[in-house]
């Protein structure tokens, strides 16, 4: 099961960290994405972390954006800076399947940015 | 603007066939497997297939999927009213970037 939290109504050029709390499976042995979704709009890919550390992000968020995880929580973070107007969406977090894919998600938190 | 090409919508009688078609290039579908996710009103996405073809746990046989070159294809036949969702293409590109498509909304008339 994935739990995201952290989301709500910021103003633009501040920061925000998501969290999504990972249960039932070995999360430490999993690569994670976050996933996002504006309203309205399609499905976006955000970030992508592997179990052995390595990142990835998407163009629209690459240097604004930083994910992370601990292991020892068995939770992944997203800490968004610099938020602009059209990050507003429903962020996801996801497992990396086993067969190259996105396999299991979260409920989502909304996160608005608006003045 | 999406990296993966989809139909914006299709629809369909009940008991009907549908299919959503995916375009990519060689850096993405080309050389790797597809998925498609369903998402259902007000609901988060699920996936339905993985590698190309194999539909997830769970999964009724009336959703299929396919590849040639860098297009996909998702198939849905017998189609009923619970069917009515989203429906996104994705896969790796290059540098571990992942894509989706731009999303295809199934209609039952």
């Known amino acids: 099961q994935l739990m995201e939290s952290g989301g709500g109504v910021v103003q633009p050029g501040t920061s925000l960290r998501l969290s999504c709390a990972a249960s039932g499976f070995t999360f430490s042995t999993f690569g994670m994405h976050w996933v996002r979704q504006a309203p309205g709009r399609a499905l976006e890919w955000v970030a992508f972390?592997?179990?052995?550390?390595?990142?990835y992000y998407a163009d629209s968020v690459n240097g604004r954006f930083t994910i992370a995880r601990d292991n020892s929580k068995n939770t992944l973070y997203l800490q968004m800076g610099r938020l602009r107007v059209d990050d507003t969406s429903v962020y996801y977090c996801?497992?990396?399947?086993?067969?190259?894919?996105?396999?299991?998600w979260g409920q989502g938190t909304l996160v608005t940015v608006s003045s | 603007q999406s990296v993966l090409t989809q139909p914006p919508s299709v629809s369909a009688a009940p008991g009907q066939r549908v299919t959503i078609s995916c375009s990519g290039s060689t850096s993405n579908i080309g050389n790797n497997y597809v998925s498609w996710y369903q998402q259902l009103p007000g609901t988060a996405p699920k996936l339905l297939i993985y590698?190309?073809?194999m539909r997830s746990s769970g999964v009724p046989d009336r959703f299929s999927g396919s590849k040639s070159g860098t297009s996909a294809t998702l198939g849905i036949t017998g189609l009923q009213t619970g069917d009515e969702a989203d429906y996104y293409c994705?896969?790796?590109?290059?540098?571990?970037?992942?894509?989706f498509g731009g999303g295809t909304k199934v209609t039952v008339l």
């Open positions: 996801a497992t990396d399947g086993a067969h190259r894919d996105i396999d299991h």
């Open positions: 590698e190309d073809n």
């Open positions: 972390m592997t179990n052995s550390g390595d990142k």
């Open positions: 994705g896969t790796w590109d290059r540098n571990s970037i992942w894509v």
